[in-house]
């Protein structure tokens, strides 16, 4: 949908023009939506910490970096 198009173009601009190398997301693991999402970016699950009921998600960015 729109929210993955508008993300996937700013992922392609923050490699290309800023020379962004790593992103990490931080949510709460109840939000599905927002899981679901960064899986379709790329991300992959780093950990979870059930005590600070949080998800951490990393991508890497020379996947975005070899496409343009």
Do not use: H, I, W
């Amino acid at each position: 949908g729109g929210t993955t198009a508008a993300c996937t173009a700013m992922l392609s601009e923050l490699a290309t023009m800023y020379g962004v190398t790593q992103l990490v997301a931080t949510l709460d693991p109840s939000n599905t939506a927002s899981l679901a999402l960064l899986a379709k970016l790329g991300f992959a699950l780093a950990n979870e910490e059930p005590a600070l009921q949080e998800v951490t998600c990393t991508r890497g960015m020379d996947s975005v970096k070899e496409r343009k």
